[in-house]
């Protein structure tokens, strides 16, 4: 299993309470939250593709 990271994130105070909001309305957590935007950002840019991609070409 994967080692998780810790990642220190500094908002504003208007950010803070959109992602309060969000993590409500989605009944998540402010962390999982974060995760999914982060990752739903990634693959809006093909970056999760990418990676797998170079990946795959490095194990050849």
Not at 1 to 12: H, N, T, Y
């Amino acid at each position: 299993m994967p080692r998780k990271r810790i990642v220190k994130v500094v908002l504003s105070k208007e950010q803070k309470e959109l992602l309060e909001e969000l993590a409500r309305r989605l009944g998540t957590s402010e962390s999982e939250t974060l995760r999914m935007a982060l990752m739903d950002y990634a693959k809006e840019l093909s970056l999760v593709k990418e990676r797998v991609r170079r990946q795959a070409a490095k194990s050849l």
